[in-house]
């Protein structure tokens, strides 16, 4: 009954307790008057409906644990596609952080939709198609998404939100950046400390939070006219198409709030 939590559990609580103090003390009188008492209790107790259990609520702490959970089952196959270094690696790499922006905001509505784009650009990686099979269409590349972050239905994304992406797609180019440069540190080439140069030159421009429209435009032409930045697209990665695609977020917010 206590377990159930019917009838008056308070009441049959102090009563048992009674009972159980009277006994001890070998005042088995009042002891057998307490009992008779937690009986009548008890009895109404029994004829209560049991309580219905209250349906499942989803909270911030389920939402985190359901994308934490699901995350985490999709790491390894992450990991692999990442290691294969293909053109869409960046991507895989660049979707995961998104939702773990997301997911830190608590919007797992969101999180999710960019787990679920992730999850279709590992497919790619690990499964490519056949030569000649059409690829098809992946909710990443859908009219209301721009930059990483949903527009829905045509709307601006909001400021911080927008940042919060630029910021991460920052981090995982200058992550790049460095392996590159390592990789050219690797070669022992004779020119390659100037060329290591040239690439940590790319990522000490890209600023870190760029707040006025002055500063998004200054660097929407510098990563699109850039010879290094060009190069390196061209040549190992394409880092201008992702560092744009955020930049184009934070330009329609802060479009939006003019």
Not at 153 to 159: I, N, Q, R, V
Not at 168 to 188: E, G, W
């Amino acid at each position: 009954v206590l377990k159930a939590q019917t009838g008056d559990t308070s009441k049959i609580r102090a009563v048992a307790e009674f009972v159980r103090e009277k006994g001890d003390g070998q005042n088995y009188k009042a002891a057998l008057a307490g009992i008779e008492s937690l009986e009548k209790l008890l009895a109404a107790a029994g004829n209560l409906p049991a309580p219905t259990a209250s349906p499942p609520t989803v909270t911030a702490d389920s939402g985190a644990a359901a994308f934490n959970a699901r995350l985490a089952a999709l790491m390894p196959q992450v990991k692999e596609a990442i290691a294969a270094a293909t053109d869409t690696s960046l991507d895989v790499k660049l979707k995961i952080s998104e939702a773990g922006v997301f997911a830190r905001k608590k919007d797992f509505e969101q999180a999710n939709g960019l787990l679920d784009e992730a999850e279709e650009l590992v497919k790619d990686v690990l499964n490519p198609p056949e030569a000649g099979e059409p690829g098809e269409l992946r909710s990443g590349e859908a009219e209301d998404s721009i930059g990483g972050v949903e527009t829905r239905g045509g709307s601006a994304p909001d400021l911080e939100s927008a940042l919060d992406i630029w910021r991460s797609t920052r981090s995982v180019i200058i992550d790049r950046l460095k392996t590159i440069a390592k990789q050219i540190a690797d070669t022992k080439d004779p020119e390659a400390d100037k060329a290591i140069l040239e690439v940590s030159a790319v990522y000490k421009q890209l600023t870190g939070d760029p707040r006025t429209a002055q500063q998004v435009k200054e660097l929407q032409r510098w990563i699109s006219q850039d010879d290094v930045v060009l190069d390196v697209s061209e040549l190992a990665e394409d880092i201008s198409t992702p560092l744009l695609q955020a930049l184009n977020g934070v330009q329609m917010a802060l479009d939006a709030v003019a």
